[in-house]
């Protein structure tokens, strides 16, 4: 024991351990120099072979990291799954509806509470990161040059599949297991169905880049409509999650937060670019704390921060680089801690089939919302159908929505899991049914907007 103690305990020779304590005892005071077996949430008495909580976060890391590359890789699924829906997959297999399941003594021994503190940690920090970017990146100025056909497009394409989700948000209301304890039902309704309307804009992004229509005027108007789509979605979002009970706090944060916007934006603008870059971090910070203090939430917050920030004040490149290096190198972590708060209590076959139903509710209403839209506008034939399956990517933005409501106890972690499965199937359906589309209607891409 001792030899074991001092690899993984680093105790010290200057004196022996104390006798452990027998039950209903308090243990003897201790000396953190003289040894700090302590640390480690598992000892000797309990489990021979413990390893430290630093190695255990290593080894999940490495599995955050290897399994998902490696499926993407060897599986050459890029076509239908880009990495970050692998990665997100992976979460899910890794969490405890799959892998805790089939191996529940593996994971207990990997995924220890100290462990998964520790990757929560991290994964606040990039899914802030990520919202924030998503809010400093979104280009209002060409919405409203184009205002009378944005304003139409991003409503209908809001407002059809809003309609749709709230009514499977109805469906599900009427069984348990699917309503949060915390949740009023109009809440419960508004949230689905604001969940069925949401478009994943940086997801989007990356996706149009692979079909090399990003830079397109195609690819350019459908930027316009995501990105006031993006603004309602966190408008209500704010709404849906607002703590009543804490409305002094909201008033204060608002009072607070109009005046510093215009303070920070006159201090910005008279910054070095490699000043505004920290100042950005601090204001990140300090708003999303303020957002989840008052009960609003802290990726809310972050959105917030955000938003109110130009992008030209930093080099597009950069801003390209950092969004990227965000992705691959911490948000894999908000995946896996993403898989383990998904829950098969209700039924595995009853999740799938709660995913099925407000896929297909999501897109038929986003189909139904851009079709009406482009009759109304004189589109060409097809437009609406490549616009409308475009919009319904949902991935990472669908996830944190989602992770939002859980959070906030509006939804269970049955219902968490539904919405994940159908963010995770609109995505790859994308790709293989767009891409096709745009191959017989070249001719559309260089459309003027």
């Known amino acids: 024991m001792s030899a074991h103690l001092r690899r993984y305990g680093r105790l010290s020779r200057r004196q022996p351990p104390p006798p452990s304590p027998s039950a209903g005892q308090p243990a003897p005071n201790c000396n953190i120099d003289d040894y700090d077996v302590r640390l480690y949430s598992r000892t000797d008495a309990t489990m021979p072979n413990a390893i430290p909580t630093t190695e255990l976060y290593l080894i999940a890391m490495?599995?955050?990291f290897c399994v998902p590359y490696l499926i993407w890789r060897l599986g050459r699924?890029?076509?239908?799954?880009?990495?970050?829906?692998?990665?997100?997959?992976?979460?899910?297999l890794l969490g405890p509806g799959v892998l805790g399941a089939i191996f529940p003594d593996y994971y207990q021994f990997i995924f220890t509470k100290d462990v998964i503190q520790s990757l929560n940690g991290l994964a606040w920090w990039a899914v802030m990161l990520f919202v924030w970017l998503a809010g400093i990146e979104l280009d209002l100025g060409e919405a409203w040059k184009?205002?009378?056909?944005?304003?139409?497009?991003?409503?209908?394409?809001?407002?059809?599949?809003l309609v749709f989700g709230s009514l499977a948000a109805l469906a599900l209301i009427q069984f348990p297991g699917w309503?949060?304890?915390?949740?009023?039902?109009?809440?419960?309704?508004?949230?689905i169905g604001m969940a069925a309307a949401v478009t994943a804009l940086p997801i989007l992004v990356l996706l149009m880049e692979k079909m090399q229509i990003l830079r397109t005027p195609l690819g350019q108007r459908i930027l316009r409509?995501?990105?006031?789509?993006?603004?309602?979605?966190?408008?209500?979002?704010a709404v849906v999650v607002m703590d009543w009970a804490r409305l002094e706090r909201q008033a204060i944060f608002i009072a607070a937060f109009v005046p510093a916007c215009f303070l920070f934006r006159r201090f910005m603008g008279r910054l070095p670019e490699g000043d505004r870059w920290y100042i950005a971090l601090i204001w990140l910070a300090v708003v999303s704390f303020g957002a989840d203090w008052c009960g609003l939430h802290y990726m809310v917050g972050a959105f917030l921060a955000g938003v109110v920030m130009d992008h030209h004040w930093f080099d597009r490149d950069k801003l390209d680089t950092l969004r990227h290096n965000v992705l691959l190198v911490m948000m894999p972590v908000f995946f896996l801690s993403t898989g383990l708060r998904t829950s098969w209590e209700v039924g595995g076959a009853v999740v799938f089939l709660a995913a099925g139903f407000l896929l297909v509710m999501q897109i038929a209403g986003k189909q139904a919302g851009v079709h009406l839209a482009g009759r109304m506008l004189g589109w060409k034939p097809g437009e609406a159908s490549v616009i409308g399956w475009l919009l319904q990517t949902k991935a990472l933005i669908e996830i944190i929505f989602a992770t939002v409501l859980l959070d906030k106890g509006i939804i269970t972690s049955a219902t968490f899991t539904a919405l994940l499965l159908m963010a995770l199937t609109s995505t790859m359906l994308t790709v293989p049914i767009v891409t096709p589309k745009l191959q017989r209607m070249r001719d559309m891409i260089s459309r003027d907007a």
Do not use: C, H
Request: aromatic share 10%.
């Open 62 to 64: 490495a599995i955050i």
């Open 77 to 92: 699924t890029d076509y239908f799954a880009p990495l970050v829906v692998v990665q997100i997959v992976t979460g899910i």
């Open 146 to 161: 184009q205002r009378r056909e944005s304003a139409v497009t991003a409503g209908m394409a809001l407002g059809m599949p």
């Open 225 to 237: 409509y995501a990105s006031l789509d993006d603004i309602a979605i966190w408008a209500v979002l």
């Open 179 to 191: 309503i949060g304890e915390k949740a009023q039902s109009w809440q419960f309704v508004l949230g």
